[in-house]
């Protein structure tokens, strides 16, 4: 069935580092996506997607590439900033699969000023 | 615009007790979510729902009960509820058709803690 695998946690880096958080996937077919990120106490937000190969998701100065070839779909910051302290999920939407949503384990992410 | 709620927030109960957690969207997805939250596990689904009156079972079901008689309202019951139960709870809704790329929106969670 279909996977998601991503760096273990946690993850602490100082102001403005650069920051990377590794996924890769299994899937049958061709998956959409997805970057989501949860502050304390909150719920999942999209922070970006992509629905196919070589595509780029960008928001917030986060940006990830769909590689078909590595079947990686890696997060990367230039700059980090406190308030980027959270959970980062990577997931996918593989189409075969009735529109769900599978879930790497997640990356807690802190920030020191 | 209110989006996606759910209620109660945090929830204390007993063993072998039923327990209801609610889930309101308003943006009239067709699809909807119910996923619970574990350290160590990421989320994992527990059912969804693809319209009113369709469910279907998601990773892991086993104590749960869905019903989804209107559109909007997507309710989760623990008929009896077990230690194991205790967890962070995700109701999610998207609409592929109209959004797209199978986006799932996340409401703020219910925290449940069985004694």
């Known amino acids: 069935g279909d996977s998601v695998t991503q760096m273990e946690g946690p993850v602490t880096l100082s102001e403005e580092a650069f920051l990377t958080i590794n996924c890769t996937y299994t899937a049958t077919g061709y998956p959409s996506l997805f970057w989501y990120v949860q502050y304390p106490g909150e719920g999942l937000q999209l922070l970006l997607k992509a629905t196919k190969a070589d595509d780029k998701g960008s928001n917030k100065g986060f940006e990830a590439t769909y590689r078909k070839e590595t079947t990686s779909f890696h997060l990367e910051k230039g700059s980090v900033q406190v308030s980027d302290s959270a959970v980062y999920f990577c997931?996918?939407?593989?189409?075969?699969?009735?529109?769900?949503?599978?879930f790497g384990s997640g990356t807690q992410l802190t920030v020191l000023p | 615009d209110a989006g996606i709620t759910q209620s109660p927030r945090y929830k204390i109960t007993e063993t072998g007790r039923q327990v209801t957690l609610m889930c309101h969207q308003t943006w009239s997805h067709s699809y909807m979510f119910w996923y619970r939250q574990d350290l160590g596990h990421g989320l994992r689904l527990i059912y969804y729902?693809?319209?009113?009156?369709?469910?279907d079972k998601g990773e892991v079901p086993d104590g749960y009960v869905v019903s989804r008689s209107k559109t909007e309202n997507f309710p989760l019951t623990l008929e009896s509820a077990t230690r194991s139960q205790t967890s962070v709870y995700f109701c999610a809704s998207s609409d592929p058709d109209r959004v797209g790329a199978d986006t799932q929106y996340f409401g703020p969670g219910t925290r449940l803690t069985v004694l």
């Open positions: 997931a996918l939407s593989d189409p075969g699969s009735a529109r769900q949503l599978t």
């Open positions: 729902s693809a319209a009113a009156d369709i469910t």
